[in-house]
């Protein structure tokens, strides 16, 4: 499976925006590149997910480089509620290909 | 509240002891994952159901442990034997199969099952 690699931890003020980044050299054509997050002693929840054009919707923007070996997680306005782990996960929609497989996501702090 | 619930939320157990944690998934989702997460770590992939059929069982899912989904609705996940190691958080998350052949599930996970084995 193509891996991702994200910073561990990052840390951004309250009320101003976030770029999470995630590296995933070795992507192919047919993954999408998909982000969950987990809040505090929850389970994980879908953020958005992108194949190629950069996406947008209520809770974040996905911006997807042209070459698609990297993309970035971008919270327009951070919040205290926005601090969480974020997970950016490769998925080949096929049959037997189901699963989520997690790295170990990057920790935000949100400074208020 | 219509999302997944779990039960119970917490569940501290003697090593050697039987325990099953209950997954109530969306009404009507017929995709059903097991995941288990230890600290520090993200969650890891144990077994997954789509309707009452089992289709994929992790090698992390040992012979110590057994998922069920009798009626394709609820699930439950036991684990004979409890070892200190099986110490973990258990989630369960499920999903519609998506339209199409080329777009991943969205799967929505339960809080979570904290199994603590003394």
């Known amino acids: ?112 | 509240d219509t999302g997944v619930s779990q039960d119970p939320r917490h569940k501290i157990t003697k090593r050697g002891q039987n325990v099953t944690f209950r997954c109530d998934p969306i009404s009507e989702h017929n995709r059903l994952y097991w995941y288990r997460q230890t600290l520090g770590q993200g969650p890891e992939f144990l077994t997954y159901f789509q309707n009452e059929a089992q289709l994929e069982k992790s090698r992390l899912l040992s012979d110590r442990f057994s998922a069920e989904r009798p009626k394709g609705s609820f699930s439950t996940l036991e684990i004979q034997r409890t070892e200190q190691g099986d110490s973990a958080m258990y989630l369960c998350a499920s999903s519609e199969t998506p339209p199409g052949l080329k777009t991943a599930d969205t799967q929505y996970f339960g809080p979570g099952t904290r199994l603590t084995v003394l």
Request: net charge neutral.
């Open chain 1, 1 to 112: 499976d193509a891996k991702t690699t994200q910073p561990n931890s990052m840390e951004s003020n309250e009320e101003e925006p976030v770029h999470l980044p995630c590296n995933h050299s070795t992507i192919s054509g047919t993954d999408y590149i998909h982000w969950y997050r987990q809040l505090p002693s929850q389970g994980p929840e879908y953020v958005i997910h992108g194949l190629t054009s950069n996406v947008n919707n209520r809770m974040a923007s996905l911006a997807i480089a042209e070459d698609r070996k990297s993309s970035t997680l971008i919270l327009h306005r951070a919040t205290l509620r926005d601090a969480a782990v974020y997970y950016c996960i490769l998925r080949f929609p096929n049959f037997g290909n189901e699963k989520l497989t997690f790295g170990t996501g990057t920790r935000l702090t949100i400074i208020p």
